[in-house]
């Protein structure tokens, strides 16, 4: 069904579709983009989650060795919570005793909470507090002062 005209060329009826792939990666390109970065920002959040939990448990193993008062256990914990969470946190790392019972044979327990950037790849400034939770016993045959 060609209609020919002169020279033999094929007329176009509806304009042909020309163009097209173009319009269609234009919009969906950006779509596609997006769609990838929240997949990194909620990945990210993920890890965190995971790194929170891990400088808990850090915490809370360090300040069960230590030796002498409850702050010089706390003081070991924060450590071991900031070098754990060295860069994954937007700001401060919060150690506090969420009940520990500090004597031979007790559980030294921290909550250890930090702001982590999740979304911030986005250009969105939305923070999200992650806290984890750990305890870890106390060697029931070591003095404690």
């Known amino acids: 069904m060609r209609d020919r005209r002169r020279g033999g060329q094929e007329s176009p009826r509806w304009g042909g579709d020309a163009g097209l792939s173009t319009i269609e990666v ?35 193993r360090a300040g069960s060795l230590q030796h002498g008062s409850h702050a010089a256990a706390m003081t070991a914990a924060q450590q071991a919570a900031a070098a754990t969470l060295k860069g994954t946190c937007a700001g401060n790392v919060t150690v506090r005793d969420a009940g520990s019972d500090y004597r031979s044979g007790g559980l030294f327990t921290v909550e250890v909470s930090c702001r982590v950037r999740g979304l911030g790849i986005l250009g969105l400034d939305i923070a999200k507090e992650i806290t984890g939770r750990s305890s870890s016993p106390i060697d029931p045959y ?3 002062g």
């Open 26 to 60: 234009v919009i969906l390109a950006p779509v596609m983009i997006l769609f990838i970065l929240v997949l990194v920002a909620f990945g990210q959040l993920v890890d965190g989650r995971g790194a929170v939990d891990s400088a808990a448990r850090d915490a809370a």
């Open 142 to 144: 070591r003095r404690t």
